[in-house]
C-alpha cells in the first residue's frame, strides 16, 4: 500500500540550554535551524506541517501548516498528536528542530520501507539507538497516544514504541548515517556543527 505522508518538524520545547531562546529559529550557516531542515525536505513531502507553541514566530513559512499542542505540556509525543490530528495524510515523518542535516536518500528509503511493510511506526535504528523523532507514524494511532499520555506519568517517545506495532528501519554505523542524525543540544554543539 502507498501511503501519502506529510513531513512534520516540531519546533516545541523549553529551550532551557540556550536561555529561552527559540531552539528552532537560532541561525545555523546563515539560515534558521527549521528553515535548512525545511529546504532539505519539502521536496519529499506533499505537505509540511510545523508544530509549536509560539506560531507568531513562524509566520514566514507560508506553505506551511502551522499547529499547537492540543494536549499540553506532554513533551514530543504531544507534538506528534497534535501533527496526526491535523493532516489529512496517512502517516506523517516527524523531525526534530534540531537536526541539521537530515539525509534525503535515508528518508526516501525509509518511505519505501514503510510502504511495503505493515507498521504503525517505522523508526531508525544505528546500533543500539533508536531515533523516534525521525521515524514515520500512522495516523491511526491518534487514540493510542491520547490513551498513553493520559495514562502514564512518563510520557517518553521511547516508551510509547514499545506499546505499539514499531519496525525499525536498520542503519549501519557510518559517519554519514551518524552525520544525518546528529542533534544540536548545546550551544557548543551549534558552534562545532557549523565547521563539518
Excluded at 499542542?69 to 513533551?75: E, M, Q, T, V
Aim: overall charge positive; proline content about 4%; some cysteine.
Amino acid at each position: 500500500m502507498i501511503n501519502v505522508i506529510s513531513g512534520v518538524v516540531l519546533a516545541g520545547g523549553e529551550n532551557k540550554r540556550f536561555g529561552g531562546l527559540t531552539k528552532a529559529k537560532l541561525l545555523f550557516r546563515g539560515e534558521t535551524l527549521i528553515g535548512r531542515i525545511i529546504a532539505i525536505i519539502k521536496e519529499l513531502f506533499p505537505e509540511i506541517i510545523i508544530v509549536t507553541n509560539k506560531p507568531e514566530e513562524f509566520t514566514e513559512f507560508k506553505d506551511c501548516l502551522i499547529v499547537g499542542d492540543i494536549i499540553k505540556k506532554s513533551g514530543p509525543l504531544a507534538g506528534i498528536h497534535a501533527a496526526l490530528k491535523s493532516t489529512s495524510s496517512d502517516a506523517v515523518f516527524v523531525f526534530a528542530c534540531d537536526n541539521p542535516f537530515p539525509d534525503r536518500k535515508i528518508i526516501a528509503s525509509m518511505i519505501r520501507q514503510f510502504n511495503e511493510i505493515n507498521a504503525d511506526i517505522l523508526a531508525p535504528r544505528l546500533g543500539d539507538s533508536v531515533e523516534p523523532l525521525h521515524a514515520i507514524y500512522k495516523r491511526t494511532l491518534v487514540s493510542e497516544i491520547e490513551r498513553f499520555i493520559l495514562g502514564k506519568e512518563r510520557k517518553a517517545v521511547h516508551d510509547f514504541l514499545n506499546e505499539v506495532n514499531t519496525e525499525y528501519f536498520r542503519l549501519a554505523l557510518t559517519d554519514r548515517n551518524l552525520k544525518a542524525f546528529t542533534n544540536i543540544n548545546t550551544m557548543y554543539d551549534l558552534l562545532n556543527f557549523q565547521k563539518k
